[in-house]
């Protein structure tokens, strides 16, 4: 059966019957392995009579990264009220006549869930536009991209009738990447540009191809290690054999996307105010590369450092929001 919308109290029911309990025992935010016991095999049950229940895709709820009851259903949500499908832009609260518009692209191997529970932090006249990739979440019926480039051109058309007023890019890890290069595009064509950007646990482009690792070609075994050591992939991804058979083309998309760019050799600087982020424990990325973005803005606005690892901004939204509301006020002609 296929649903448009499903219920917090028809959710709390089905999990509270896979574990032979009473509704009332799971709260809305209760967590489902610290509180409520729920181990890997127990997800999976839950994930596959979700799925039949209420239509979303096959292993859609294993690898959601859902840790509570709220979270489970404000997910479930997103799925089943999406943007149009070929759109990569979703809106978690449209604003009619915004103030300001904030771009925020997320990781390799991510989607736009990296960023739920993001706009409750912004003022109510800032919208926030969260871009998809192709290939997974809202928009996994479409091909998946592996090139940099035409990765910019998708945005790019997306986001080009919606520059009409200040706006600002956040990009996180691959999404800084592809937030530098939206930046560069702009540039180039003679359209708005960012009134501010924000680039976050992802170096400076160096001036010939990284020599770093090359996550796309790895063995199965040897990507999943390294994604562990990253933190911030759902366990039940990792774990489960059949649930990394569905999103393992979506992590090595990704990453040969990131892989195999080719850096400008000698960019201008950005006319554009840049601010780098760093999780202090982020053993993905030196600091010195993130120090380096100075050479490609004539306006750095310094490091911003948070304890954590590659993904420390799942634990600072609230502080993330108010540096990048500081930035972007700061930087505003």
């Known amino acids: 059966m296929t649903t448009t919308s499903v219920t917090i109290e028809e959710l709390r029911t089905l999990i509270a019957g896979v574990l032979e309990t009473e509704p009332e025992e799971v709260t809305d935010d209760a967590h489902f392995a610290h509180e409520l016991d729920i181990d890997s095999l127990l997800m999976l049950e839950i994930s596959t009579r979700v799925e039949s229940a209420f239509g979303v895709p096959e292993n859609a709820v294993a690898a959601s990264g859902a840790t509570t009851l709220a979270e489970l259903h404000a997910f479930l949500t997103s799925q089943l009220t999406p943007e149009p499908p070929t759109s990569?832009?979703?809106?978690?609260?449209?604003?009619?006549?915004?103030?300001?518009?904030?771009?925020?692209?997320?990781?390799?191997?991510?989607?736009?869930?990296?960023?739920?529970?993001?706009?409750?932090?912004?003022?109510?006249?800032?919208?926030?536009?969260?871009?998809?990739?192709?290939?997974?979440?809202?928009?996994?019926?479409?091909?998946?991209?592996?090139?940099?480039?035409?990765?910019?051109?998708?945005?790019?058309?997306?986001?080009?009738?919606?520059l009409d007023r200040p706006f600002g890019f956040f990009g996180h890890s691959m999404g800084a990447l592809i937030a530098y290069q939206l930046t560069r595009r702009l540039l180039r064509q003679g359209e708005p540009l960012p009134t501010w950007l924000g680039v976050s646990a992802y170096g400076a482009p160096r001036g010939d191809a990284d020599a770093d690792s090359s996550p796309h070609l790895m063995a199965d075994d040897e990507l999943r290690a390294w994604l562990r050591s990253g933190g911030g992939s759902p366990p039940q991804l990792l774990d489960n054999d059949d649930v990394w058979r569905k999103f393992a083309p979506v992590f090595r998309s990704d990453f040969k996307l990131v892989d195999t760019w080719t850096p400008p050799r000698s960019p201008e600087p950005l006319p554009v105010p840049l601010t780098a982020f760093t999780g202090q424990r982020d053993n993905m990325i030196g600091e010195n590369r993130l120090v380096a973005w100075r050479r490609l803005t004539t306006d750095f606005r310094g490091l911003e450092r948070y304890d954590g690892g590659h993904f420390y901004l799942m634990d600072h939204q609230q502080r993330i929001a108010a540096a990048i509301m500081a930035a972007m006020r700061s930087a505003a002609p």
């Open 88 to 162: 990569p832009l979703i809106r978690p609260r449209p604003v009619s006549d915004p103030a300001v518009r904030l771009f925020l692209l997320h990781h390799a191997g991510g989607s736009h869930l990296l960023y739920r529970g993001w706009a409750e932090h912004f003022p109510e006249d800032w919208e926030l536009c969260l871009l998809e990739a192709p290939g997974r979440g809202t928009l996994q019926a479409l091909p998946l991209i592996d090139d940099c480039d035409r990765l910019v051109d998708y945005f790019h058309a997306a986001i080009a009738p919606l």
